[in-house]
Every structure is written in structure tokens, then in C-alpha cells.
């Protein structure tokens, strides 16, 4: 799921601030693949000292060379949506959510501000003439223009990530605001998930049962009509009336799923912060090849395909750390192209320095 990136990031943020003053975190989060030869990354760097962050946008060819780089300060990048002509861009700032359009040469259209709070990626999708973007208080929808269509109340009242839209339905999971509380607790954000279909008048269509809950956590994707989310160590292929007509076990608690043909790509975090990750590849539920990046000091948190390659991005520790936990350290973007059979073509470490200007 996307976007487990940004909640890692914003957990480490925290953590951080009771360590070196010298600390800078930059990490990508998001990937995607704007054409057989280029890419758009976005990621944030947190300076600690400061106690703030900036978002960055960067556009990477395939052969990992920056053609440019948008830095947006205080404020993190949500998510980013490719455009015929343009990009859409969703920040989150202190206390609003601020939309920007952009062309593929990196300039800046216009900026509109919306006085709602969004806390992770999924909480935005696309739709075929609209955003749909799901705050915790309000659920609203914005034109390719930046114009506010609607504002309505959340109808479930809790915080919403959309799995996908089928037949004029979304289909979401929601959690209880564990942001909004004093004991804050990141590991145990996903425990009170329930899945939900729900109509485009915002009406509640189908809540599902417990027992079912239960297995819902952070893997989740939309693959034609069969909805594929898991956890312990099960991948779950429901129906858009949210029955589980599949299941099959795996040997690990996944994070991120790619999806390419009939070749599924896995990433997964050894721990919830944690260096080590690996990715694998199945086909017809078979393994046909595996990475691993224990030692590395890297974290993998997302992945796109680009032609006939496989782009991951994440980022590495800079300073050798005694522990699997990167808070107190700096870190670096880290990118990495493998082809389709799981072999390296090329990877790349980027510094603050060099990709942020301001």
C-alpha cells in the first residue's frame, strides 16, 4: 500500500527529534512511471534541527539521470497524479491541503488551498472527471481544474484509504484517528480496520463482518475486479461484494504489491521501520526470483514498472547504525532499477545537497 512510506517517514520524524540535531531524512516515497524512459519520485526531507520538512518532486530517466527537481517546504506530498498535459499534485501542509498543477517540465501552473486535513496517500483517487480526496472530518471532490464540485461530511467519521472503484463503488477500509490521540501508537494503527463499499452519493452500501476485519491490514490493490489484501501472511482475493472467494498463504506479512501481466511483486520490511527488506516475484503463485537488502542499510517502500525494468525507491542509511532502526541517523534517496528477471541494472544514491535546492 502506498503510503505505509509516508506514516514510516512521519513516525521517524517523531522519534528523531530527541536525538542529533544534525539529522537530515530524505526518502522517497512515491514512484511512478510517466513514459518507457522516465519517472516521477516524490519524497520528503526533514531537517531536525528545524523540526520541519519539505516535499520534493523529481523527474529520473530510466537510466537514473535527474532531469529536475521541485522542492516544496514545510509540507508533505500526499500524492501525484499523471495528466495528459499536466501533473496533479496534493500537499499537506500544517492545516490545509494545497493543490498544485503542473506541466512535465517541472513548471508550476497554479496552486489552490483546501482547508482539509489528509493523512496518507490513499486517502486521494482519481476518478474520470474528478479527484475524490477523504479528510478525517470532510470528503471532498475537486475538478482537473482545481475547482471544489462538492464538500460533504465524512459519513463514517473515521479516516478513509481507498483499495479501489468498481461499478460506480468505492471500496475502502477505515480506521479509528490515532493521530488525534496522546498515545499515539504506530504499530497498532491498522487493528480496528473495516472494510466498506460505498456508493458515490457517500451512502454506506456494505460494512463487513469482524472476523473478517481481522484480516485486513496494509497490503492492499485492485486488480480488475478481485481486491487482494492481506495479513498474517495471507493474501486475500475478495469480490466487489467483499466475500473472500481465495486465499492463499505466504511466508511473509507483505507491504507493497505490484501488479504486471501475471507477474506479482512483493516488498517487504523485515521490521515496521526496518533495514533488510526484500522483494519477491511470483507467478501463478510461484516464486521465480528474490532480493534481498539485508546489510544494505536500505529501505524499500514503493516500486513502478517502467517498460520492460522495475524501479524501487526508498532510502539508506548514511552513517553505519547499531541498531535495525534508522531514527538518529541520516538518510539519503535511494533508487534502484532491476529488470523483470530480478537482476540489478543500476542503482543510485542521492543527498540532500544535490536534490534539494532552495
Given at each position: 500500500?502506498r503510503k505505509l512510506?509516508?506514516?514510516?517517514i512521519?513516525?521517524?520524524l517523531?522519534?528523531?527529534?530527541?536525538h542529533?540535531?544534525n539529522?537530515?531524512i530524505?526518502?522517497?516515497?512515491?514512484?511512478?512511471a510517466i513514459s518507457e524512459?522516465n519517472?516521477?519520485i516524490?519524497?520528503t526531507?526533514?531537517?531536525?534541527n528545524?523540526h520541519?520538512?519539505t516535499?520534493?518532486?523529481?523527474?529520473i530517466?530510466?537510466?537514473g539521470?535527474?532531469?529536475?527537481?521541485k522542492s516544496?517546504?514545510k509540507?508533505?506530498v500526499m500524492?501525484?497524479?499523471l495528466?495528459?498535459?499536466?501533473?496533479?499534485?496534493f500537499?499537506q501542509c500544517?492545516?490545509?491541503?494545497?493543490?498544485?498543477?503542473m506541466d512535465?517540465n517541472?513548471?508550476?501552473?497554479y496552486?489552490?488551498?483546501?482547508?482539509?486535513?489528509?493523512?496518507?496517500?490513499?486517502?486521494i483517487?482519481?476518478?474520470?472527471?474528478c479527484?475524490?480526496v477523504?479528510?478525517?472530518k470532510?470528503?471532498?471532490k475537486?475538478?482537473?481544474?482545481?475547482?471544489l464540485?462538492s464538500?460533504?461530511?465524512?459519513?463514517?467519521?473515521?479516516?478513509?484509504r481507498?483499495?479501489?472503484k468498481?461499478?460506480?463503488k468505492?471500496?475502502l477500509?477505515a480506521?479509528d484517528?490515532?493521530?488525534?490521540?496522546?498515545?499515539?501508537?504506530?504499530v497498532?494503527?491498522y487493528?480496528?480496520l473495516k472494510?466498506y463499499s460505498?456508493n458515490k452519493?457517500l451512502?454506506i452500501?456494505?460494512s463487513?463482518?469482524?472476523?473478517q476485519?481481522s484480516?485486513?491490514?496494509l497490503?492492499?490493490?485492485?486488480?480488475?475486479n478481485?481486491?487482494?489484501?492481506g495479513d498474517?501472511n495471507e493474501?486475500?482475493?475478495?469480490d466487489n461484494s467483499?466475500?473472500?472467494?481465495?486465499?492463499?498463504?505466504?511466508?511473509?506479512?507483505?507491504?507493497?504489491?505490484?501488479?504486471?501481466k501475471d507477474?506479482?511483486?512483493?516488498i517487504?520490511?523485515?521490521d515496521?521501520l526496518?533495514f533488510?527488506?526484500f522483494?519477491?516475484?511470483?507467478r501463478a503463485?510461484?516464486l521465480?526470483w528474490?532480493?534481498?537488502?539485508?546489510?544494505?542499510?536500505v529501505?524499500i517502500l514503493?516500486?513502478?514498472i517502467?517498460d520492460?525494468?522495475i524501479?524501487?525507491?526508498?532510502?539508506?542509511?548514511?552513517?553505519?547504525?547499531?541498531?535495525?532502526h534508522?531514527?538518529?541517523?541520516?538518510?539519503?534517496?535511494?533508487?534502484?532499477?532491476?529488470?523483470?528477471?530480478g537482476?540489478l541494472l543500476?542503482?543510485?544514491?542521492?543527498?540532500p545537497?544535490?536534490l534539494?535546492?532552495y
Amino acid at each position: 500500500m502506498r503510503k505505509l512510506g509516508l506514516l514510516i517517514i512521519m513516525f521517524l520524524l517523531l522519534v528523531s527529534c530527541g536525538h542529533n540535531d544534525n539529522i537530515i531524512i530524505l526518502s522517497g516515497h512515491i514512484v511512478k512511471a510517466i513514459s518507457e524512459n522516465n519517472i516521477l519520485i516524490s519524497g520528503t526531507e526533514y531537517f531536525n534541527n528545524k523540526h520541519t520538512s519539505t516535499a520534493f518532486l523529481t523527474k529520473i530517466s530510466k537510466n537514473g539521470d535527474i532531469f529536475w527537481t521541485k522542492s516544496f517546504y514545510k509540507s508533505y506530498v500526499m500524492n501525484y497524479f499523471l495528466e495528459k498535459r499536466y501533473i496533479s499534485i496534493f500537499l499537506q501542509c500544517f492545516d490545509h491541503l494545497k493543490y498544485i498543477k503542473m506541466d512535465y517540465n517541472g513548471n508550476i501552473i497554479y496552486e489552490k488551498k483546501f482547508y482539509v486535513i489528509v493523512p496518507t496517500s490513499d486517502c486521494i483517487i482519481k476518478e474520470e472527471n474528478c479527484y475524490t480526496v477523504a479528510g478525517i472530518k470532510f470528503i471532498l471532490k475537486i475538478d482537473f481544474n482545481g475547482r471544489l464540485i462538492s464538500k460533504l461530511n465524512n459519513p463514517i467519521k473515521k479516516l478513509w484509504r481507498f483499495i479501489a472503484k468498481v461499478d460506480n463503488k468505492y471500496i475502502l477500509f477505515a480506521y479509528d484517528d490515532r493521530f488525534a490521540t496522546d498515545d499515539y501508537d504506530f504499530v497498532n494503527i491498522y487493528k480496528n480496520l473495516k472494510l466498506y463499499s460505498i456508493n458515490k452519493d457517500l451512502d454506506i452500501l456494505i460494512s463487513d463482518n469482524d472476523e473478517q476485519s481481522s484480516k485486513i491490514r496494509l497490503l492492499n490493490y485492485a486488480y480488475g475486479n478481485r481486491l487482494i489484501i492481506g495479513d498474517n501472511n495471507e493474501i486475500i482475493y475478495f469480490d466487489n461484494s467483499l466475500n473472500a472467494n481465495h486465499v492463499r498463504k505466504t511466508d511473509n506479512n507483505f507491504q507493497k504489491l505490484l501488479l504486471d501481466k501475471d507477474l506479482e511483486i512483493f516488498i517487504k520490511s523485515n521490521d515496521v521501520l526496518g533495514f533488510g527488506n526484500f522483494v519477491r516475484a511470483y507467478r501463478a503463485e510461484s516464486l521465480i526470483w528474490e532480493i534481498f537488502l539485508q546489510g544494505e542499510k536500505v529501505v524499500i517502500l514503493d516500486g513502478a514498472i517502467l517498460d520492460d525494468n522495475i524501479v524501487f525507491v526508498g532510502y539508506k542509511a548514511i552513517k553505519k547504525i547499531d541498531t535495525v532502526h534508522l531514527y538518529g541517523h541520516s538518510s539519503n534517496l535511494y533508487v534502484a532499477c532491476y529488470n523483470k528477471s530480478g537482476k540489478l541494472l543500476w542503482k543510485k544514491e542521492v543527498t540532500p545537497q544535490k536534490l534539494i535546492k532552495y
